[in-house]
């Protein structure tokens, strides 16, 4: 398994354990783990690698190779300097994004910004969480995020233990006061 050590952050120190598990599952192309299923995730400009590395298409004229299983991106980027609003219509794969109602864009864009790649994507296996009052940096573990790292930590588990349960939320994620879930279906 993947040493935990070099993960740093709020979110590695306080759940080690389920960090762990989530390394377990794969997270690192080099298959390391015995899952044989691999996950990418990433934070903010971690977002969009995941989604050019799921096979969005870009204004960057960058490409990703599809390594992985499934994909996790906390704040994506919407439409800008890097994405259009076509561009994640090719991700085929799982994809989970999630994002806060106070996770606004450098730009000046609201957080709802955040929410168009979920949008505009394909059919499939897609989930969109929001957390009420989450901003930005609560993702990376700063501020007040005790609430954002516990409801992030939910959803990802669920996502990925729904991936194999077709695409199923639990009923329990949709009675978190202050998380809204969205799947693909739901559009």
């Known amino acids: 398994m993947v040493s935990t050590k070099k993960w740093s952050g709020h979110y590695g120190r306080r759940s080690e354990p389920v960090i762990s598990r ?20 990433g934070h903010s400009m971690g977002a969009a690698t995941v989604m050019l590395e799921a096979g969005a298409k870009n204004l960057m004229d960058l490409s990703g190779e599809d390594r992985f299983d499934a994909y996790i991106a906390l704040s994506p980027q919407g439409e800008g300097a890097i994405f259009n609003a076509k561009s994640w219509s090719p991700i085929q794969k799982p994809l989970l994004s999630i994002t806060g109602t106070r996770d606004d864009e450098l730009s000046g864009n609201s957080w709802k910004h955040r929410t168009q790649p979920f ?67 739901d559009l």
């Open 119 to 185: 949008k505009n994507m394909s059919a499939g296996c897609k989930w969109l969480a929001v957390i009420d009052d989450a901003t930005h940096l609560n993702f990376a573990g700063l501020g007040f995020s005790y609430r954002t790292e516990k409801y992030t930590i939910e959803v990802i588990d669920a996502f990925l233990a729904g991936i194999n349960k077709g695409c199923r939320a639990p009923t329990s994620l949709k009675s978190l006061q202050g998380l809204y879930l969205f799947l693909e279906s």
């Open 22 to 41: 989530w390394v377990c599952w794969g997270l690192t192309a080099e298959k390391k783990c015995d899952s044989g299923f691999s996950v990418l995730l």
